[in-house]
């Protein structure tokens, strides 16, 4: 039959369908993550360890949320990516101020505390943007995977519960 499609071929017609799924998901995600940043926005130490708490300011961690605006104005995933770094860069540097030994247990949550200050509207879509698109170093990777556990740590603070480490730098 002429004009007939075979079982592992798509239409223009699914692939507008399957697109237009992600992009109405990717939406969902972003509106999610936005309003849960808005509700975490005025509480600074929620996430971050005590001892980081105690040690910095509100403001500490201002440079690194200003950095992060860079992934609303640049135009590639590559420029993204730079926005994402360089933020790491700013906010490994208030932890290592304030602590002996750099960890996870405590620059995973800093960075989950700067999200909400970043006030960033597509923070899902730009992270996928970031790791589908982006070409990066072995190390770059590293920091976009903590980057994304980071914002997946900021999901789920409240400003109530807050964030309690458990592992072995836990004060």
Same mark, same amino acid.
């Given at each position: 039959?002429?004009? &007939?499609?075979?079982?592992?071929?798509?239409?223009?017609?699914?692939?507008?369908?399957?697109?237009?799924?992600?992009?109405?998901?990717?939406?969902?995600?972003?509106?999610?993550?936005?309003?849960?940043?808005?509700?975490?926005?005025?509480?600074?130490?929620?996430?971050?360890?005590?001892?980081? &708490?105690?040690?910095?300011? !509100?403001?500490?961690?201002?440079?690194?949320?200003?950095?992060?605006?860079?992934?609303?104005?640049? +135009?590639?995933?590559?420029? $993204?990516?730079?926005?994402?770094?360089?933020?790491?860069?700013?906010?490994?540097? @208030? @932890?290592?101020?304030?602590?002996?030994?750099?960890? /996870?247990?405590?620059?995973? +949550?800093?960075?989950?505390? @700067?999200?909400? $200050? &970043?006030?960033?509207?597509?923070?899902?879509?730009?992270?996928?943007? @970031?790791?589908?698109?982006?070409?990066?170093?072995?190390?770059?990777?590293?920091?976009?995977?903590?980057?994304?556990? =980071?914002?997946?740590?900021?999901?789920?603070? =409240?400003?109530?519960?807050?964030?309690?480490? !458990?592992?072995?730098? /836990?004060?």
């Amino acid at each position: 039959e002429e004009g &007939a499609v075979g079982d592992n071929q798509l239409t223009t017609g699914d692939i507008q369908r399957t697109s237009m799924y992600w992009v109405e998901a990717a939406r969902g995600q972003d509106a999610n993550l936005l309003a849960r940043a808005e509700r975490l926005k005025h509480a600074p130490a929620v996430g971050l360890p005590s001892g980081l &708490a105690v040690l910095s300011s !509100s403001h500490s961690y201002a440079i690194a949320a200003q950095l992060l605006g860079g992934l609303r104005t640049a +135009p590639t995933p590559q420029g $993204r990516l730079r926005a994402v770094l360089r933020a790491w860069d700013a906010v490994l540097g @208030v @932890v290592a101020l304030c602590t002996d030994s750099l960890s /996870a247990d405590d620059f995973l +949550p800093a960075m989950a505390s @700067v999200l909400p $200050r &970043a006030a960033l509207r597509r923070l899902a879509s730009d992270v996928c943007s @970031v790791t589908n698109f982006s070409w990066r170093e072995d190390f770059e990777d590293m920091w976009l995977f903590h980057f994304v556990a =980071s914002a997946g740590l900021m999901a789920q603070l =409240s400003t109530s519960a807050g964030y309690h480490p !458990s592992g072995p730098m /836990a004060q």
